[in-house]
């Protein structure tokens, strides 16, 4: 018997509105607060180069499919990784703590080591990397965590752009709030528009025409030196 014509449209329409609420999990409540954490915790280093975040849905939407894995493992640089066992609490409040404890790792960094310093510092300094000027983040209530917590769990993914943690690299230059922004208006101590930087900072590009392709075989981490140098473009760098 064939299904009736009015029957196939709501059984698309359920599975549309299935598929979109596997997609976001965030209502842009939290979204908002988690974009103003970040801002606010970057508006405190006495940068003179800090711009202020922006939220990014590519980087949610890939944030939001890594998060749905359930495995607690970072899948490449430029991302910041969190769970949480009170599934019980708000979900505002498990953000808040999520990114206290990455910014408390200040505690253990000290200004201009390479990149994460010793003491592993890395969710820290990818927050106030002043050369990433873009955030989207996911959550998931995971059933088990793989490789942290086999019960119900709460998992925060979030991704940046451009990613931060470069080897040799100071995370921000100190200094006036703002007077390293080119063309940019000061907004609570972080700059809007405009660019980030020396004028000599601001231009991308790459210095050799293998650099796409040194890229490719990661030679961006294997060869930091060299490539964050000549091949900032291709590196993502600036």
């Known amino acids: 018997m064939q299904p009736s014509i009015d029957v196939m449209p709501v059984y698309v329409i359920v599975v549309m509105s299935l598929m979109l609420r596997s997609v976001t999990s965030l209502d842009q409540t939290l979204k908002d607060h988690i974009l103003k954490v970040h801002n606010d915790y970057r508006a405190k280093q006495g940068a003179s180069n800090m711009p202020k975040l922006e939220w990014d849905s590519t980087l949610e939407s890939g944030a939001q499919e890594w998060a749905d894995k359930c495995v607690f493992k970072h899948k490449g640089m430029g991302e910041n990784l969190a769970w949480n066992s009170a599934v019980t609490d708000p979900e505002e409040k498990l953000i808040d703590t999520a990114m206290e404890n990455f910014y ?58 451009p990613v931060g943690n470069w ?18 208006t000061c907004e609570g101590g972080l700059c809007v528009g405009g660019t980030v930087g020396s004028a000599a900072d601001a231009v991308c590009e790459d210095k050799n025409e293998n650099c796409a392709d040194w890229a490719d075989f990661d030679q961006c981490d294997i060869n930091p030196g060299y490539m964050h140098t000549y091949c900032k473009k291709s590196c993502n760098t600036c």
């Open 167 to 184: 080897g040799g690299k100071k995370p921000y230059e100190k200094g006036t709030a703002c007077s390293a922004c080119q063309g940019a």
């Open 104 to 161: 408390n790792e200040y505690k253990r960094y000290s200004y201009g080591t390479t990149a994460c310093g010793n003491y592993n510092a890395c969710h820290y300094t990818q927050i106030v990397w002043a050369k990433t000027t873009k955030v989207g983040c996911a959550t998931k209530m995971c059933d088990g965590l793989a490789n942290a917590y086999n019960k119900k769990t709460w998992f925060l993914v979030c991704r940046f752009d």
